[in-house]
């Protein structure tokens, strides 16, 4: 088993400087270890700090304390002590975030930004424009759609677009934030497929996902994140 991500002892409270600097503690203690070929959901009730958690891990929130391990080819990167360049880098090799929302660049066509997605990473032009067609057709946005810049996409396009983006590279350790959150049906089955096949290939997987029918379907183990949140005197 090859251990792809480990969090030890992450804590992360946020300073509210608004309102006179008062300190807010979400989590404390955070420690769990995600595999290759695995995928670990994070549950537990709205604000336990599941979001945070992910942020933690992809750099984008500082945490008070811990290590957030990830595997990089043949390093280890701490992301809570590494310099924001080595994030970068770290993110273009190795460490994907899928969200629900899509960030659109204008005039750039829906195809061409899963295009560049796959580029980003390295992916031959005519290897990435072959497999950014193929996760379209199977996000089921309609090909009329693929030349057009998804700015005015229902919000469904939109995410499965994004969808697309995520899941385009070769990253080896993805972190899904509620990717399928008010997809229909179908189109939450092609991502539960979509996540299968990452498993697969070995990518270590970790995400929220509030359908249970999802979250039943794709989650080797679940991780209660109340067993680490802060009791507060509130
Ligand atoms: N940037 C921030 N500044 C201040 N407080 C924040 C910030 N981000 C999150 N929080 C607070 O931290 C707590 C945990 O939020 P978080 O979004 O991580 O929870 P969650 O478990 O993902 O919730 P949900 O399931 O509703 O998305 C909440 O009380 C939230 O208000």
């Known amino acids: 088993m090859t251990v792809m991500l480990r969090l030890e002892r992450v804590s992360?409270?946020?300073?509210?400087?608004?309102?006179?600097?008062?300190?807010?503690?979400?989590?404390?203690?955070?420690?769990?270890?995600?595999?290759?070929?695995e995928c670990v959901v994070l549950g537990g009730p709205s604000g336990a700090g599941k979001s945070s958690i992910l942020k933690m891990i992809y750099g984008n929130y500082r945490c008070d304390a811990g290590r957030i391990l990830v595997r990089d080819r043949d390093e280890t990167v701490d992301v809570a002590s590494a310099a924001p360049r080595r994030i970068v880098r770290l993110r273009q090799t190795t460490l994907g975030y899928v969200s629900q929302f899509l960030r659109a660049i204008p005039r750039v066509s829906a195809l061409d930004l899963v295009v560049a997605a796959a580029r980003d990473q390295g992916v031959p032009a005519?290897?990435?424009e072959i497999r950014a067609r193929g996760l379209l057709a199977q996000l089921n946005v309609p090909e009329r759609l693929w030349s057009l810049p998804?700015?005015?996409?229902?919000?469904?396009?939109?995410?499965?677009?994004?969808i697309a983006r995520?899941?385009?590279?070769?990253?080896?350790?993805?972190?899904?934030?509620?990717?399928?959150?008010?997809?229909?049906?179908?189109?939450?089955?092609?991502?539960?497929?979509?996540?299968?096949?990452?498993?697969?290939?070995?990518?270590?997987?970790?995400?929220?996902f509030h359908d249970e029918d999802v979250r039943d379907r794709v989650a080797d183990r679940i991780v209660d994140v109340t067993a680490f949140a802060v009791a507060t005197a509130a």
Request: net charge negative.
């Open 12 to 37: 992360k409270s946020f300073v509210m400087h608004l309102q006179d600097g008062k300190v807010l503690p979400v989590v404390s203690g955070v420690g769990l270890e995600v595999a290759a070929g």
């Open 126 to 128: 005519g290897e990435a």
């Open 150 to 162: 998804p700015a005015t996409f229902s919000g469904g396009e939109q995410q499965r677009v994004n």
């Open 166 to 208: 995520g899941f385009v590279g070769d990253h080896s350790v993805l972190l899904l934030d509620e990717p399928t959150a008010s997809l229909d049906a179908r189109n939450r089955a092609a991502v539960v497929d979509l996540i299968a096949d990452k498993k697969r290939r070995g990518v270590a997987l970790i995400g929220i």
